[in-house]
């Protein structure tokens, strides 16, 4: 009898959970500016001039200043202009991000302000 001792297959999850199930996402696709480089999962969003999505950002004086939303899913904008962000419902504080770092209890308080998004 012969003996097999290996690994038939492997699989890895590397995803982000970014919504929260206390209260049901609603989820809207949405263009975003191209070449806008990596939009990752937890991004808070914004909306540029010509209402293409791009990330939040407090430091601004036009309307990339105001988050309408928090992508959810990992958006390279030098191949894709489309993404989902969620609109409305909850998500989770721990994946949040403001340009690409930990967002602040600042920027969680903008978002709830602006946007029906609640976090926890």
Do not use: Y
């Not at 939009?39 to 004086?61: D, K, Q, T």
């Amino acid at each position: 009898m012969a003996t097999v001792n290996g690994v038939v297959g492997t699989q890895t999850i590397t995803g982000k959970t970014v919504t929260d199930g206390r209260h049901p996402a609603v989820i809207r696709i949405m263009e975003f500016a191209s070449d806008a480089g990596t939009i990752r999962a937890g991004e808070i969003i914004a909306l540029n001039a010509s209402g293409m999505a791009v990330s939040f950002n407090p430091a601004a004086s036009d309307s990339t200043k105001t988050p309408v939303g928090v992508c959810t899913e990992d958006i390279d904008t030098s191949v894709n202009t489309a993404g989902s962000v969620a609109v409305h419902g909850t998500v989770m504080k721990k994946s949040l991000l403001t340009q690409g770092a930990a967002s602040s209890a600042a920027h969680i308080t903008s978002l709830e302000t602006n946007a029906p998004v609640w976090v926890f």
